[in-house]
């Protein structure tokens, strides 16, 4: 079984194969080893050894448009050789209303004691597909149907096949100019058109998500740029979105940079450290490769580092759908169950094949 990414950028209509030819994917024990690296990382939402940091060997990189021949039928031949077998026999089930209204009576509880400033609780759904779903058509109506997302499709035995639509760049540069975004609060597109305005509740969990942000970077660049908040579409939801660009100081690495941002608080909370911990023991699912990050690290200098959201693992027969969102004090219950179900059907829409 082969290790391989394909992905398309954001807005382009080329995508990018990177093919690892032999061997399994090198295995990162932290975050820092990534400096100085190139190939394309898989990384989890916490570093573990049945889910590590992954890099993928670019021993073949071709870049082809949407529409060329040559790079579908590659798309399709090492895609084809994609063995979905190994979930299939895992013990996967989706998260029920109960389980997580539980989880969310848990994580609110903290909230109003002040013990946690913002906590991201995340759940699971499973969707039947036709066993004989070609992998590659499901890329392609990926890129289709949502043009201003970065739209992957990777693959080794160590963390499955995986197929995202991720709004959230985590870290993106050229070797000099770098930038990264403030992610969050989440509203359906519908509602926004309806309604015009945020509420009191995205405004904050935006703010705080672009402070800590800002806080990080300047650990790293004297010339951090932060721009005004606006409203960025993604599927059938908007999110408050403000862009951040830097330069890195002479000191700093890649890996430096990504183990000070990851996890942020869009998909964590705050503080970062505690939060996390209590979700590994407080969320009624794992979270694997969901939440973590996944890109092209230098690969022909550039490097494309992309949170894994809306995404889902490929199994036979079925996947495996993640969504989560941001509580704070004022949060609803049914409102962010609503929320997952919003950002859910970004892959959902994928699999019924439904614009």
Not at 189 to 210: F, H, I, P, T
Request: with cysteine.
């Amino acid at each position: 079984m082969l290790s391989y990414a394909f992905y398309r950028l954001p807005y382009s209509d080329k995508c990018t194969a990177v093919i690892q030819s032999d061997g399994a994917p090198m295995h990162l024990g932290s975050y820092s080893d990534m400096n100085s690296r190139t190939g394309f990382v898989v990384a989890p939402f916490t570093i573990t050894s049945d889910e590590p940091l992954l890099l993928i060997r670019p021993d073949r990189v071709e870049h082809f448009a949407l529409d060329d021949v040559s790079g579908l039928a590659l798309l399709r031949s090492v895609t084809a050789s994609t063995s979905l077998c190994g979930v299939s026999a895992m013990p996967v089930s989706a998260v029920s209303r109960s389980a997580y209204a539980s989880a969310f009576a848990a994580c609110h509880g903290k909230l109003l004691s002040g013990e946690f400033e913002k906590i991201v609780l995340s759940r699971r759904s499973v969707v039947t597909i036709p066993e004989t779903a070609p992998l590659h058509e499901l890329f392609l109506r990926a890129c289709d149907m949502y043009p201003r997302a970065f739209v992957v499709l990777v693959s080794s035995v160590a963390c499955g096949t995986w197929l995202a639509a991720s709004p959230e760049i985590l870290l993106s540069g050229d070797g000099e100019k770098w930038r990264t975004v403030a992610l969050a609060g989440t509203m359906g597109y519908d509602d926004y058109l309806a309604e015009g305005e945020w509420s009191v509740k995205n405004r904050m969990e935006q703010r705080c998500v672009a402070e800590y942000i800002g806080d990080c970077l300047r650990c790293f660049a004297d010339d951090v740029t932060e721009g005004d908040p606006y409203t960025a579409r993604a599927g059938d939801v908007v999110h408050l979105r403000s862009d951040f660009s830097f330069g890195l100081s002479d000191s700093a690495g890649i890996g430096d940079v990504v183990a000070a941002l990851h996890p942020t608080p869009a998909v964590c909370g705050l503080p970062k450290s505690a939060t996390r911990r209590f979700l590994e023991a407080v969320e009624p699912a794992p979270r694997g490769y969901y939440s973590g990050f996944m890109g092209p690290l230098a690969v022909g200098g550039d490097t494309h580092l992309y949170v894994s959201l809306r995404c889902m693992l490929m199994a036979s027969g079925f996947c495996v759908l993640y969504a989560g969102g941001g509580l704070l004090k004022d949060s609803v219950e049914e409102m962010e169950w609503d929320e997952t179900e919003a950002k859910m059907d970004t892959m959902r829409k994928v699999v019924d094949g439904k614009q």
